[in-house]
């Protein structure tokens, strides 16, 4: 009786496994990083807060208030990355100087598609294996970890080849009396 309990279990256990890792066939876009949202609660990226209140150089100058419209203290996150990146501020996508200073070196027309064949190529290349599926393993890292910058290898580069690096704690070889 026992043996036949026994033999049922192993059994079940086998289809489970076996059925486990039929999913996500070859024609499914391989998943590496899960970054849906099971709660259905607020997207925490999609909220901007605003710039702090100041007070007006003129009362005359401010806009007309229309509903539904823009304010001086609601963010501008195009215009906000355009001036990170060198840009003038107030001038949008009409910036030559810097379009012309990002398209220096030639420009792709099918760079979204380029980009997102390769990505594919290389979650498809490191699909996670059967355990790692079973576990609910976060193989992401592990696939891109070719691509990633090694901090302290870099830093050590950038010091050995005499450059400033003042967004790292000092050196301690060099400036044994700031690093204690």
């Known amino acids: 009786m026992q043996a036949g309990k026994g033999m049922i279990g192993g059994a079940a256990l086998i289809l489970i496994l076996a059925l486990s890792a039929c999913g996500g066939g070859r024609g499914d876009a391989p998943v590496l990083r899960n970054l849906r949202s099971a709660t259905g609660g607020p997207d925490e990226f999609a909220i901007l807060p605003p710039k702090p209140l100041q007070m007006p150089p003129d009362f005359t100058a401010l806009p007309e208030p229309t509903p539904g419209g823009g304010n001086l203290t609601d963010r501008d996150p195009m215009a906000d990355a355009m001036v990170a990146l060198g840009g003038k501020p107030g001038a949008g996508g009409n910036d030559g100087a810097l379009v012309a200073a990002a398209s ?15 990505d594919y190529a290389i979650r498809d290349r490191n699909r996670p294996k059967l355990l790692e599926r079973l576990l609910g393993t976060d193989v ?23 450059r400033r690096t003042p967004a790292s704690p000092p050196d301690p070889k060099q400036w044994p009396e700031l690093s204690r």
Do not use: C, F
């Not at 220096?104 to 380029?114: C, L, M, Q, Y």
């Open 104 to 118: 220096a070196h030639g420009v792709s027309p099918t760079i979204r598609e380029d980009l997102a064949r390769e």
């Open 140 to 162: 992401y890292n592990k696939a891109y970890s070719d691509q990633t910058v090694e901090q302290q290898r870099e830093l050590e580069r950038w010091r050995a080849a005499g």
